[in-house]
Each structure stands twice: as structure tokens, then as C-alpha cells.
């Protein structure tokens, strides 16, 4: 199953529908994109830090899901917008060193109302797994 | 097991130590802070609402990890900062109504080195339970 | 919602066709049986147990499930066949002492094609909380 | 950190301390065993089976869980007694095909006191994957 939309288009729908997801200081960049898989980087800015400048949990766990709707809106366009979170699960491994991370996303199930996605959360820095997710969402008809 | 902390005392330590959990915008209220349980409020800022005006995922989801470590702060004063979030599942199970919502934690384990919770997400406008969340805590040494 | 079916109807359609789930020295008994919730009990039997006499994680996630499905029959008859689990989350919080275990079911959403049960493993001994779990099931169409 | 245990050594130990784990009809085989990954084969025995022949969500997430104290054992031999599963979630992604199913364990975090097992269980039939699931366990001291 072919995307149809490319990564900006995907940003262009976000900045007008959810501003919120992109704003002022937080930079995500889409750095692959495929119909099974898609890495988004994050640079986290200072809302994101907690002292030590790592990555906060919570800046992890709405990175995961924001990406996974990434990939989601690439495959279904507008129609992604009905796309529900139903549930998530992360587990945090270690620290991040200070410096971007990079979601990876692997679909491991797409079927025409449930899609379930497994999520790694990479420090850009050593290279180590910081975290595990994995979330399940629902597209009602 | 007395708490050592009262909610101001929880909020002044995280006011100098983690000003972005209460970053503009973020409006966390402690209706209830027992032993075993408390009881936080949010009224969500733009950044958290999504079109519609219900809270977004992952403001709830902060939210969570947010209301657990104000009771691990209350229970263990600055020690807490030691504390980590190991795992944290969550169930989205209805959007909320537009306006306020209160996370209800339980410990429903606080050992010497793991701590669990139990959080529900209530609608403080039709009282319907929104999200399930649970969240384990390690506690080095 | 009104039950459609008794625990004894239940259990006369679990012995016809998931014999397996009622095998030699598995001893669930349906005590409570509402709506919204229900409660099973468990007397394990050796193939159940762990050295010192406790049930075993195994068992007990088998306890959830089977509880779960005894309460989606109660409500949809010969029709729960088709829901299938989706996610299961467990968390371990204390090894029950030996005797017989109670999962205490509460529906907290209840969809046409999506339930969630949360289920409290409660010792009979000492009324402890031993287990807690969530899990989603998905009715198709 | 090598292997101190051969897997024959690990089902030894497991004969003799958890004989229930390996009763009548239920047929583990150690097909892969590394430091940091291990693959578990299954032939379901009739108690582990569903109508159609397809293995049971009880039987797989038995067999998480077992797969991964295999692994620990043969890190820890004897002392791995003393971990407890303190977490596990599992996705059921779609039914296995009748026949053999493999556990493919690996370690995402080996600590002093926790490690996390993320766990794919595919179907030997067709390949597919059947079921993703994560466990934390807790060593003691």
C-alpha cells in the first residue's frame, strides 16, 4: 500500500489542524518515511529537558504518538484525522545522553480498523534504545 | 506511612527544579493528597487541547506521570528525584468533554525500590471516566 | 445492558466448546455476576502452582482472560465467540499467599466493537491485592 | 556477559524446581540461546489449543513469560529463582496458522536489578508475526 502523502504534506495538514503539535520549540523532522516505517528526529527544546538536559518522559511519549499519526495521515490523508489512540505502552530503559532522539516506527499490524505500531526511541548520540513503545490505534467507520 | 510534604511544599521544590512541568499554560491543582491516594487537576492550556477543546493524549499522559511523582515527592521529599518512571500503560477510552479534568491515583504498591500506581482520568464536567493509566516507579539506591 | 446468560449457561457453553479451558484441575467458580462486573474464583490446581504453594503468573493471566470472556458471554451469548483479545498489561505487585485467588472484573468501556475490562487479582487469604491487570477485546463484524 | 548455562543444563534445573512448567502436552524446544537473544519453539498440546487448532492467548503468553526465564536462568542459573516478573503486555495481532509457533526473545536492558524482555512470537506455518509482548523482571537482593 503506496503513501499518499509525502512528509510535507503530512506537516502542512499538522500546522493548519494541530498547531499545537508543532509548537514553538518543538522540532520534529521526518528523516524516512515508508509505508511500513518512518523515523522522526526530535531536537528537543527546553519544555522538552529535564535538568541534565535529557529528554523527559512525557516529551518521549507524545513524540511516539505524534509519530505514529505521522505515518498514519501518510497513508490515509484527512481520513487519519478520525484515527484514535487506544491505548500506549513505553518502557524507559535508560537516560538519553543529552542531544536529538529518533523514533523508529514499524507498523506490525495495519488492518482496516485496528493499527498497531512498535516504536523505538533512539538516542542519536551513543546510538542506545532510551525506549520501548508500543501503541494501538483504532479508525472508526 | 505519614506524607513529609505538603502540596505547597511539593509545588515549591518543583517550581526550582522542574519549571517546565509548570511551564506557562500548565495549570496542575492538588484537590487531594493522602498517603495512598491524591487527586490533580488540570485545566488544560492551548498547547494541551486539541480541535474541540477536549485535552489531548499526551497532556494526559503527562498528566499521569506528572500526579504520581507529586505523591512520590509528598512521600519522599527531595529523594524522589531519584526516583525514575519505568513503565507507563495508558487506555484512551472516551474523548473527554470540553473543560477540567482530575487524575485519581492509587499506590496500589509502594515497596523499597518499585513503586505502582493507578490513575483514572475523570471528566470533571460529566464525571465518565476518560483514560486508565498505571505507572511503575524505580527507586534506586 | 441485562445479562443474557447465566453463569451456569456460561459455563454449559464453555464445556461444549473450549474444553480446555475447563481441563482436569482448573476450578474457576463465577461469584459474583453483573453487568458491569463480575468476580471468579480460583482454586488452582497443581499444574497452577509454584513451588511454595502460590499461583503462578501463568495462571493468573489465563485467570484474566478466561473471567473476561465469562462476562462477554453473560452479555452476547454464542455471539462472544468472535471477540478476539487484543492487548493484555499485567503488573505482579505481590505473590499471593497460598489458597484461592479472585479476579474481580469491572468493565470500564463497553462499545460496540471495543471493551476494555480492568481486573483486580485479590488473595482470598489476606484480602491483598496480588495482581493487576487491563485488557481490550475486539468484537468484529 | 556469557552464557553459564547450556539450555540442556536450564531444563534440567526446570525438571526438577518447576515440573508443572514443562507437564504432559507441553512441548518447549530451545532452538536459539545467545547472552543477549534466545528463540523458544512450541508444539502446542491440546490443552493449549482453540477450535481450528490455533494456539490460545493463555498458551502464548505462557510461554513469554517461560521463554524469558529460560534466558535469565541460563545468565543467572539458580539465583534467576529469585527474579519475578514484575510486568508484561502482549498484542495479539492476528491467529497463528495450526502448527508450531517460536518465541524470539531479546534483551532491550540487562541491569543489576531489572531487565526487559521484548518478545516476538511468529508463526513457523507462515512466518508471520502472531503476537508482540514486553516483560520486565525484577532480581532482588
Redesign the interface.
Known sequence: MALKWSADEVFEFLRA??P?AL?DGVNYEVVKLEPEEAHVRLVAG??????GGTV???AM??MV??SIYVLLLAHHKEAARLA????????????PQPGPIVAQIRL??HGR??T?A?VDIISEVDGK?VA?S?A?Y?M?N
Chains 1, 2, 3, 4 share one sequence.
Open positions: 489542524e494541530f499545537q509548537r527546553d519544555q522538552q529537558l529535564r535538568p523527559s518522559g512525557p511519549m507524545e504518538d505524534f484514535v489512540t487506544t491505548n500506549l505502552a513505553i518502557s524507559f530503559l535508560r537516560k506490525i499490524k480498523t485496528l498497531v512498535r534504545l520501548s508500543e494501538t483504532f472508526g
